[in-house]
């Protein structure tokens, strides 16, 4: 199973935004992007859902437990 911070990393790559962005768009700082991508943290409820609306994909999804 996919952790969520590989699955993250791969959706930002995949929409090519950079982590600056990214923080931007989300209301949070690049560090914590990048504490994201690498593991290191894992988001609030109300990230995960931000990162969800975004991206158009489930929180499932985000998790690993669902494909796409």
């Known amino acids: 199973m ?3 911070s590989e699955i993250f990393k791969e959706l930002r790559k995949e929409h090519n ?3 600056e962005t990214l923080a ?5 700082s690049k560090g914590i992007i990048s504490l994201w991508e690498n593991g290191l943290r894992e988001p609030t ?3 995960l859902i ?3 609306q975004f991206f158009h994909v489930s929180i499932d999804y985000l998790a690993g437990l669902e494909n796409d």
């Open 45 to 47: 409820l109300s990230n």
């Open 2 to 4: 996919r952790t969520f």
């Open 50 to 52: 931000s990162i969800a």
């Open 24 to 28: 931007k768009e989300l209301k949070v």
């Open 17 to 19: 935004i950079n982590q």
